[in-house]
């Protein structure tokens, strides 16, 4: 495995390359080009002075999160042909750019959604937290608002202000989209998109839904090991991944991490991983990645990915906000170093112990 971290361009993040490279063990990072929407062509020039700005400070490009797929693509509407071609183009740039990891998702409307974004702990610092009561009480189209004042001045994958005010027109394109169209949907873009994948080697690892369940009633579907799985029977293919999130899956505490990184050997090219608190099986908040501080056990989930071959790269996912540091919500410098150091510190113990026969 590589030891990296999500880092969103110099324009947008409040962490610098050069802090990222402090981390012991990182010299990757997982970034994107914030500024494009979904269905954009992804120029190469774009692509290389991105990587070359990485490369200046000393690493490389591990991966792209995200290369966001368009609602036509998702709804299967007029325009998904044209944005798929644009999607394909945009792999064959980052192909040629020697980037072989893409991670994306196949949310609808919301990318993740968290109730609040700064719940207090005990310690002090705060954290992104979800309660179900709290959304269903609201009304989705202040979805934003409800949350817009703890972003910290920072604009939120996949709650962009220009996307959030034509929610309720996101809601009607996908009010004939129920599950099973939205996954229909899924494979004609994966079996589209797979020649260029081959072409070049880029490695597409879906990111689970967050939370794991239907919210406001839309449509989701990379919620568990049966649907996973069958999305990874439904386009056989090494480049058909997955990213797999601890703290996305985990937000169901029926998903058994361990057995889950188990039965995707092979598929998984990509890791985050993040611990959550659970308070009731509806109410969770975003602990430190430590075992003790939350509901998961870090070291089995570390072990799995280590017992299945897994290398491809890792990041410590949404930290918690400490020492009166402000960033974006979730990725602050510190609690994020505090994760890396942990998780390769787990790693190291789990290498070293099956090396030895332990
Ligand atoms: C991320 C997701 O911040 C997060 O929760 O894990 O936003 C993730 O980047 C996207 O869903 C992947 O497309
Ligand atoms: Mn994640």
């Known amino acids: 495995m590589e030891m990296t971290l999500r880092w969103y361009g110099s324009q947008y993040d409040t962490v610098t390359l050069e802090q990222i490279r402090q981390i012991p ?84 409307v919301f990318d993740w959604t968290r109730t609040e974004l700064a719940r207090k702990r005990e310690d002090g610092s705060t954290v992104l937290a979800y309660t179900q009561a709290a959304v269903d009480s609201l009304n989705p189209e202040k979805m934003f608002d409800s949350i817009a004042g703890d972003m910290n001045g920072t604009v939120m994958p996949g709650w962009e202000p220009e996307r959030m005010a034509r929610v309720k027109e996101l809601f009607e394109t996908y009010k ?53 799985l069958r999305l990874m029977n439904a386009v056989d293919d090494v480049h058909n991944g997955v990213t797999f999130c601890s703290g996305s899956y985990g937000t169901n505490l029926n998903n058994n991490l361990p057995e889950m990184i188990r039965s995707l050997k092979g598929r998984i090219h990509f890791a985050h991983v993040r611990n959550l608190k659970f308070n009731s099986p509806d109410d969770f908040e975003e602990a430190a990645h430590l075992s003790s501080d939350g509901t998961f056990d870090m070291y089995e989930i570390i072990k799995a990915l280590y017992d299945i071959g897994f290398d491809g790269p890792i ?44």
């Open 25 to 108: 063990g990182v010299k990757g990072v997982i970034t994107t080009l914030y500024y494009k929407q979904p269905g954009e062509l992804w120029t190469r020039e774009e692509i290389r002075a991105l990587k070359d700005e990485v490369a200046a400070a000393g690493m490389h490009i591990a991966g792209i999160e995200s290369v966001n797929v368009s609602d036509a693509i998702k709804t299967g509407s007029e325009g998904r042909d044209h944005d798929i071609e644009n999607y394909i183009k945009t792999l064959e740039n980052l192909g040629k750019e020697d980037i072989h990891l893409v991670c994306y998702n196949f949310m609808p």
């Open 176 to 228: 004939d989209i129920d599950n099973e169209k939205l996954f229909e949907n899924l494979v004609y873009f994966l079996k589209a998109i797979m020649p260029v994948c081959n072409e070049y080697d880029i490695k597409m690892a879906i990111h689970p839904d967050d939370p794991a369940w239907s919210v406001f009633g839309l449509p989701r579907i990379i919620i568990n090991k049966e649907n996973i």
């Open 315 to 358: 990041r410590p996912d949404h930290g918690r906000m400490i020492w009166g540091e402000v960033a974006m919500p979730g990725y602050g410098l510190y609690d994020r170093a505090l994760g890396a150091a942990y998780i390769n510190g787990l790693w190291e113990a789990v290498e070293k112990a099956s090396e030895r026969g332990i």
